[in-house]
C-alpha cells in the first residue's frame, strides 16, 4: 500500500451522536405530558424533558441553584407549562417546547422562566398539581398549609391550615358530568398525620380575601394509621380513592351524603340521613404504597371484567398491581425492573416504586423506581414493553454485541456500572435489559470474535458467560468460571472460531490475587438454547505472574500470545498453546519495561506484530513482539491512560484517559490528529465497533458517548467550502474588472474579506481621475455605501476601526469614514446599531463546538486564531460607543502627526529658499569672488 491510499484510510475526525446514553433521572418527582411526548424527570437541581419515543434531550431547566421538590404541568397556555418548586420555596413557570428540534444535539437549549413567585411558602414545598381545567394550583408544604393559587393571575385564592404534619399528596375534584353545570369544586388533601381531608373550594370562608385562616374542611376522610401517599378521584366525582404506607388502599364514595343517594329512616317522617363521605372498600395490598391511581372505565386490562372500576398501585416491593377497587380484588400485576429476580435482591438495595404515571394515548403504566429505573408496562399484556436507566453511577466497561450471527451491524451494547447487574442497551431503541447473577460489582466485560457471547468479571470473584436468548433481546447466563481468591479485574476469551463455528473456546481471567487463570470453554454447546442451568468451566492453567494487581488483558488475533498489564508497571507476553481436546496451558516469553506508573489498558494489533499499552504516567507506548523493545512513545495526556485501542488495519490509536479525552492517533509520525472532548470525569471505557465507524467512551460522569467517523463528511464539506471561496473570489474579481463594484463590495463584506475591500478602497481612491462631486473619487462607491444595509454597515465601520489603527491604511480609513458620515445620517447609523444588537446571539460565532469536539493544541490556537479574527470582522455584538472608542483615540493620533508634518514642512521650505538664494548662497559667491583675484 502506497503512501497516499494509506493517507486516505487515516481518519481525521469523529463527532458525538446525540443518540448518547446519559443521566436523565436522579430521583425526584417525574410527569408525563397529556400526549405521552414528553418525559419531565428531576436531576436535583435541573430538570430534563426527553422525547419519549426517541429517547432524545429536548430541553433543560437549571432551576434557582437549590433541589426541585416538586412538579406539576399546566395546559392553560400553548404550549403547556412546567411548573416547578423549588427547595427555596419558589414556584417558576416554564413554557415547553411546542415541537421537538430538527437537528438533536448533545446539548438541549436551557428553558428561561415566565414567572416567578419567591417566597410562595414558609416551610419547603413537598407536592403540587393543577386542577384539570387548568386554572388552579395546589402546593403544599412540610409545616402543613395548602395554597391554591390562580395560575393566570399568579396570586393565593385560597389557604388551608388543618394539617398537623407535612403534605404528602394532593388532588383536586372537578367533576365533569354531562348536562350538568358544575356544583363542586372541591381539594383533596393528604397528610402524615394519616387523614385525608376535603375542602369546598366554593365556600367563601376558604378564600384569602375575606376569609378566615382557620377554614374546616368540608369533609374528614379517617381510615389510614399512617402517611398518605396517593389520592385519586374518578371523572364524575362519585369515587375516591386513598393509599398510604399502611399497606391499605381504601375506596370512598364521595356522593352517599347527596339527598339523591340518602335513605330515609323508618319513622322519620321521610328526614334525610347525611352520613358524609362513606368507605366502601378496604384493599389490603401487602405492601407500603407509595402511589396510585385509577383508570378510565373504558381501559382494557388483561384479566379484568369490563366496565369494572380499576386503579393501580405502586410500592415498596418494586411491582406495580391492578385492582378491581369495588370487589377488593386483585386483576393483574406488573413485575418491576425486567430481567431481576426478587429473591435475588438484596435488603440493601431499594427497587421500590416512587411513582406510577398513566400514558392514555398508549394504554401505559410507567413505574418510577428508588434505583432511577423507569419501566413501561402494557396495560393490555401486563407486560413491561420498554425500560429505562435514568442513572448509570459511574461507569467501568462498554462492549458491543450482536444478538443473531447474521447482523450486519451491532444490536446491542454492554455496559458495566458500579452495580452487579449488567446492562444490555439496544443500539437502535436504547431500551435496556438488566442481566443479574453476579453476587457484587462487575468491574469488566470482554465478548467472543462474533459478539455474541459476553464475558464479565466481578468482585464476588467469579467470571459469567453470557449468550443471547432465543428471542435476541437479552442474554442469559451459560457458564459460571469459580477459582478465584479475590475481585476478577480483566477478562480475555479467545478471538478465532474453532472449526465449527463455535466462539470462545477457553478464557483468561486475571484477578487481584496477583494469578492469572485458563478456563476449558469446550463443554459448552454451540447451541446455548439446550443449557438449563449454568456450566461450572474447569481451569486448566493458573500461574502467579505480576506483584500487584492485574489492570488489563489481551489475546493476540491468532489466539497464540497473551498480554497483561500490572500495577507493578510492567506489561507482559504469555505464549498460549491450546488443544481442542480441552488441554492448554500458558508461559511466559517476555516482559516490557519502560512505564514509570502502573499499566491501566492493553491491546494487540490485528495487522502486525506489536503490543500497546497505556499508563498511570499519561503516556501510551508500543512494544515490539519480537525482542520486547519499546517501538513508539505517545505523549499528550495530562493524566492516567486508562484504555486504548487500534484503528486504520493498525495504522492508529483511539485512547481514553482521567483527563476526561478521548485521543485520535497517527502511528507513523507520533501525532494526535483529534481530540475529542465530551466527558467531566475519567474515561474508564472503550469500544470500537466492527466497522470502525462507531467509537463508544464511557466513564465515571455516567455517559457513554458514541462518536460517528465524520472524516468523509468533514472532508466534503471542507471542499464544498473550498468550491465556494473559489467561486467568491472569482466572482469578486470579476465585479472589479467590470468596475461593479456595489457586487463587489457586498460580495467582500458577506465573505469577511477586509483585505480585499481595503485594496478595492485603496485602488479606487488612488485613481487619477476622480468623478466631479463624489467624496470617494466614485460615484457608484458613494451611492454603495449610502444604500448599505444595516448589518453590512456595521461590518463596514468595523473594517474601518481595525484599517484606522495602521498608519498604512489610515488615509482609506479616513475617506471611508468621512463618506458614511456625510452620506449617512447620525440616526441613520444608531438605528444599524440597535437593529444589529437585538440579533447579536444569531450574528455571532458560536464559542463552542456543537457536536462537543476539540481539536489538537495547534489546532486548538488557529481555532482561537480564526474565531477572533471573525469576530472582529464580521457583525459580532458591539454599540456606538465600542466604535468610537476604537476610532477617535487613532484618529486623533492621525491628525497630530498630519499637523506635525505641516509644521515641519515649513521649515524644510525656509531650508529650501536658504539654499536656492538665501544667506547660504550668498556666502558662496563672495567666497568663490576672492579665489578668481
Known amino acids: 500500500?502506497?503512501?497516499?491510499?494509506?493517507?486516505?484510510?487515516?481518519?481525521?475526525?469523529?463527532?458525538?451522536?446525540?443518540?448518547?446514553?446519559?443521566?436523565?433521572?436522579?430521583?425526584?418527582?417525574?410527569?408525563?405530558?397529556?400526549?405521552?411526548?414528553?418525559?419531565?424527570?428531576?436531576?436535583?437541581?435541573?430538570?430534563?424533558?426527553?422525547?419519549?419515543?426517541?429517547?432524545?434531550?429536548?430541553?433543560?431547566?437549571?432551576?434557582?441553584?437549590?433541589?426541585?421538590?416538586?412538579?406539576?404541568?399546566?395546559?392553560?397556555?400553548?404550549?403547556?407549562?412546567?411548573?416547578?418548586?423549588?427547595?427555596?420555596?419558589?414556584?417558576?413557570?416554564?413554557?415547553?417546547?411546542?415541537?421537538?428540534?430538527?437537528?438533536?444535539?448533545?446539548?438541549?437549549?436551557?428553558?428561561?422562566?415566565?414567572?416567578?413567585?419567591?417566597?410562595?411558602?414558609?416551610?419547603?414545598?413537598?407536592?403540587?398539581?393543577?386542577?384539570?381545567?387548568?386554572?388552579?394550583?395546589?402546593?403544599?408544604?412540610?409545616?402543613?398549609?395548602?395554597?391554591?393559587?390562580?395560575?393566570?393571575?399568579?396570586?393565593?385564592?385560597?389557604?388551608?391550615?388543618?394539617?398537623?404534619?407535612?403534605?404528602?399528596?394532593?388532588?383536586?375534584?372537578?367533576?365533569?358530568?354531562?348536562?350538568?353545570?358544575?356544583?363542586?369544586?372541591?381539594?383533596?388533601?393528604?397528610?402524615?398525620?394519616?387523614?385525608?381531608?376535603?375542602?369546598?373550594?366554593?365556600?367563601?370562608?376558604?378564600?384569602?380575601?375575606?376569609?378566615?385562616?382557620?377554614?374546616?374542611?368540608?369533609?374528614?376522610?379517617?381510615?389510614?394509621?399512617?402517611?398518605?401517599?396517593?389520592?385519586?378521584?374518578?371523572?364524575?366525582?362519585?369515587?375516591?380513592?386513598?393509599?398510604?404506607?399502611?399497606?391499605?388502599?381504601?375506596?370512598?364514595?364521595?356522593?352517599?351524603?347527596?339527598?339523591?343517594?340518602?335513605?330515609?329512616?323508618?319513622?322519620?317522617?321521610?328526614?334525610?340521613?347525611?352520613?358524609?363521605?362513606?368507605?366502601?372498600?378496604?384493599?389490603?395490598?401487602?405492601?407500603?404504597?407509595?402511589?396510585?391511581?385509577?383508570?378510565?372505565?373504558?381501559?382494557?386490562?388483561?384479566?379484568?371484567?369490563?366496565?369494572?372500576?380499576?386503579?393501580?398501585?405502586?410500592?415498596?416491593?418494586?411491582?406495580?398491581?391492578?385492582?378491581?377497587?369495588?370487589?377488593?380484588?386483585?386483576?393483574?400485576?406488573?413485575?418491576?425492573?425486567?430481567?431481576?429476580?426478587?429473591?435475588?435482591?438484596?435488603?440493601?438495595?431499594?427497587?421500590?416504586?416512587?411513582?406510577?404515571?398513566?400514558?392514555?394515548?398508549?394504554?401505559?403504566?410507567?413505574?418510577?423506581?428508588?434505583?432511577?429505573?423507569?419501566?413501561?408496562?402494557?396495560?393490555?399484556?401486563?407486560?413491561?414493553?420498554?425500560?429505562?436507566?435514568?442513572?448509570?453511577?459511574?461507569?467501568?466497561?462498554?462492549?458491543?454485541?450482536?444478538?443473531?450471527?447474521?447482523?450486519?451491524?451491532?444490536?446491542?451494547?454492554?455496559?458495566?456500572?458500579?452495580?452487579?447487574?449488567?446492562?444490555?442497551?439496544?443500539?437502535?431503541?436504547?431500551?435496556?435489559?438488566?442481566?443479574?447473577?453476579?453476587?457484587?460489582?462487575?468491574?469488566?466485560?470482554?465478548?467472543?470474535?462474533?459478539?455474541?457471547?459476553?464475558v464479565t468479571g466481578s468482585k464476588d470473584h467469579t467470571a459469567r458467560v453470557w449468550a443471547p436468548t432465543v428471542e435476541g433481546d437479552t442474554w442469559r447466563?451459560?457458564?459460571?468460571?469459580?477459582?478465584?481468591?479475590?475481585?476478577?479485574?480483566?477478562?480475555?476469551?479467545?478471538?478465532?472460531?474453532?472449526?465449527?463455528?463455535?466462539?470462545?473456546?477457553?478464557?483468561?481471567?486475571?484477578?487481584?490475587?496477583?494469578?492469572?487463570?485458563?478456563?476449558?470453554?469446550?463443554?459448552?454447546?454451540?447451541?446455548?438454547?439446550?443449557?438449563?442451568?449454568?456450566?461450572?468451566?474447569?481451569?486448566?492453567?493458573?500461574?502467579?505472574?505480576?506483584?500487584?494487581?492485574?489492570?488489563?488483558?489481551?489475546?493476540?488475533?491468532?489466539?497464540?500470545?497473551?498480554?497483561s498489564g500490572s500495577q507493578d508497571k510492567l506489561v507482559k507476553i504469555f505464549q498460549v498453546d491450546f488443544d481442542p481436546s480441552g488441554t492448554g496451558a500458558f508461559k511466559s516469553m517476555g516482559t516490557c519495561k519502560g512505564h514509570r506508573r502502573g499499566v491501566w489498558s492493553v491491546k494487540f494489533s490485528r495487522t502486525d506484530r506489536i503490543v500497546a499499552s497505556g499508563a498511570a504516567d499519561r503516556t501510551v507506548r508500543l512494544w515490539s513482539l519480537d525482542d520486547f523493545s519499546c517501538l513508539k512513545t505517545f505523549e499528550g495526556h495530562t493524566n492516567s491512560v486508562l484504555r486504548v485501542d487500534f484503528l486504520s488495519h493498525g495504522m492508529q490509536l483511539v485512547t481514553s484517559a482521567s483527563d476526561g479525552l478521548v485521543k485520535l492517533w497517527n502511528i507513523k509520525d507520533e501525532e494526535c490528529v483529534k481530540t475529542l472532548d465530551n466527558h467531566e470525569d475519567k474515561i474508564w471505557a472503550l469500544a470500537v465497533s466492527s466497522d470502525e465507524k462507531t467509537i463508544v467512551s464511557a466513564g465515571a460522569d455516567s455517559v457513554a458517548t458514541f462518536w460517528e467517523d465524520s472524516t468523509e463528511v468533514e472532508q466534503a464539506e471542507k471542499n464544498e467550502a473550498l468550491v465556494k471561496a473559489v467561486q467568491s473570489e472569482q466572482d469578486f474579481t470579476n465585479y472589479v474588472a467590470l468596475k461593479d463594484y456595489r457586487r463587489a463590495i457586498l460580495l467582500a463584506l458577506s465573505m469577511s474579506q477586509p483585505g480585499r475591500l481595503l485594496h478595492l478602497f485603496s485602488t479606487v481612491i488612488q485613481s487619477p481621475t476622480p468623478a466631479p462631486g463624489s467624496i470617494t473619487v466614485s460615484t457608484e462607491i458613494d451611492e454603495v455605501l449610502r444604500t448599505l444595509s444595516g448589518l453590512d454597515l456595521i461590518r463596514l465601520l468595523k473594517f474601518v476601526r481595525d484599517w484606522n489603527v495602521s498608519a498604512r491604511t489610515s488615509p482609506v480609513a479616513q475617506v471611508i469614514l468621512n463618506a458614511i458620515l456625510r452620506l449617512r445620517s447620525a440616526e441613520e447609523i444608531l438605528n444599524a446599531f440597535d437593529s444589529v444588537g437585538k440579533v447579536s446571539k444569531i450574528a455571532q460565532p458560536d464559542e463552542e463546538d456543537e457536536d462537543g469536539e476539540e481539536r489538537t493544541d495547534a489546532e486548538k490556537d488557529k481555532e482561537t486564531e480564526r474565531k477572533n479574527k471573525r469576530q472582529k470582522s464580521i457583525a459580532a455584538p458591539i454599540s456606538i460607543k465600542d466604535l468610537l472608542e476604537g476610532l477617535i483615540p487613532y484618529s486623533e493620533r492621525h491628525f497630530t502627526r498630519v499637523d506635525k508634518l505641516v509644521q515641519e514642512s515649513y521649515m524644510l521650505d525656509y531650508v529650501l529658499g536658504e539654499m536656492d538664494g538665501g544667506l547660504f548662497g550668498g556666502e558662496v559667491m563672495e567666497l568663490d569672488g576672492d579665489k578668481e583675484r
Open 477 to 563: 447466563c451459560i457458564a459460571i468460571c469459580e477459582g478465584h481468591a479475590e475481585s476478577i479485574g480483566a477478562v480475555a476469551l479467545s478471538r478465532k472460531l474453532d472449526d465449527k463455528g463455535k466462539a470462545g473456546r477457553f478464557l483468561f481471567t486475571a484477578s487481584q490475587d496477583r494469578t492469572i487463570k485458563m478456563w476449558d470453554l469446550t463443554s459448552l454447546p454451540l447451541d446455548t438454547s439446550t443449557i438449563s442451568e449454568p456450566i461450572r468451566p474447569r481451569s486448566i492453567s493458573t500461574l502467579r505472574v505480576h506483584e500487584k494487581d492485574i489492570n488489563s488483558l489481551d489475546l493476540a488475533p491468532n489466539d497464540k500470545f497473551l498480554a
Open 1 to 454: 500500500m502506497n503512501g497516499s491510499s494509506s493517507r486516505k484510510t487515516l481518519k481525521t475526525s469523529f463527532r458525538a451522536s446525540p443518540r448518547s446514553i446519559r443521566p436523565i433521572y436522579t430521583g425526584g418527582p417525574v410527569l408525563l405530558s397529556k400526549d405521552g411526548q414528553w418525559l419531565i424527570s428531576t436531576m436535583g437541581e435541573e430538570v430534563l424533558v426527553t422525547e419519549v419515543k426517541t429517547g432524545l434531550p429536548i430541553a433543560r431547566v437549571r432551576g434557582d441553584s437549590t433541589p426541585i421538590s416538586s412538579l406539576a404541568l399546566s395546559y392553560h397556555t400553548e404550549p403547556p407549562t412546567l411548573i416547578t418548586a423549588h427547595m427555596s420555596m419558589t414556584i417558576r413557570y416554564y413554557p415547553l417546547p411546542e415541537f421537538a428540534p430538527l437537528v438533536p444535539s448533545t446539548k438541549p437549549p436551557l428553558l428561561s422562566y415566565t414567572r416567578a413567585l419567591p417566597r410562595a411558602h414558609s416551610a419547603p414545598i413537598l407536592v403540587s398539581t393543577v386542577s384539570p381545567d387548568s386554572t388552579l394550583l395546589a402546593t403544599g408544604s412540610s409545616d402543613g398549609i395548602v395554597k391554591v393559587w390562580d395560575l393566570a393571575g399568579g396570586y393565593v385564592t385560597h389557604m388551608f391550615r388543618g394539617h398537623g404534619g407535612p403534605v404528602s399528596s394532593l388532588r383536586f375534584n372537578f367533576p365533569d358530568i354531562a348536562g350538568e353545570e358544575r356544583r363542586r369544586m372541591e381539594l383533596l388533601t393528604g397528610s402524615t398525620d394519616s387523614r385525608v381531608r376535603l375542602y369546598d373550594l366554593r365556600d367563601a370562608s376558604a378564600r384569602v380575601v375575606g376569609g378566615g385562616n382557620a377554614v374546616k374542611p368540608k369533609a374528614v376522610l379517617e381510615g389510614h394509621v399512617s402517611v398518605v401517599r396517593g389520592i385519586d378521584v374518578t371523572p364524575d366525582g362519585r369515587w375516591a380513592v386513598t393509599g398510604g404506607r399502611d399497606k391499605v388502599v381504601l375506596v370512598w364514595d364521595l356522593l352517599s351524603d347527596d339527598v339523591s343517594s340518602q335513605s330515609t329512616k323508618k319513622g322519620g317522617k321521610g328526614k334525610a340521613a347525611a352520613t358524609g363521605p362513606k368507605l366502601v372498600q378496604t384493599i389490603i395490598a401487602g405492601e407500603q404504597i407509595e402511589s396510585l391511581g385509577l383508570l378510565p372505565k373504558d381501559e382494557r386490562v388483561s384479566g379484568s371484567e369490563p366496565g369494572r372500576l380499576l386503579c393501580f398501585t405502586g410500592g415498596d416491593k418494586g411491582a406495580v398491581r391492578i385492582w378491581d377497587a369495588l370487589k377488593g380484588k386483585e386483576v393483574g400485576v406488573m413485575h418491576g425492573v425486567e430481567g431481576v429476580d426478587e429473591a435475588e435482591v438484596d435488603e440493601d438495595e431499594q427497587r421500590g416504586v416512587v411513582n406510577v404515571l398513566y400514558d392514555i394515548t398508549s394504554s401505559t403504566l410507567l413505574s418510577i423506581h428508588a434505583d432511577q429505573n423507569i419501566v413501561f408496562h402494557s396495560l393490555s399484556t401486563l407486560q413491561p414493553s420498554r425500560q429505562i436507566v435514568g442513572f448509570n453511577d459511574e461507569i467501568v466497561d462498554v462492549a458491543y454485541l450482536n444478538s443473531t450471527p447474521s447482523s450486519s451491524s451491532h444490536t446491542h451494547l454492554a455496559v458495566a456500572t458500579n452495580s452487579n447487574l449488567v446492562r444490555i442497551y439496544s443500539t437502535s431503541t436504547f431500551d435496556v435489559r438488566l442481566l443479574s447473577g453476579h453476587k457484587d460489582m462487575v468491574l469488566c466485560l470482554d465478548k467472543s470474535p462474533d459478539n455474541r457471547w459476553l
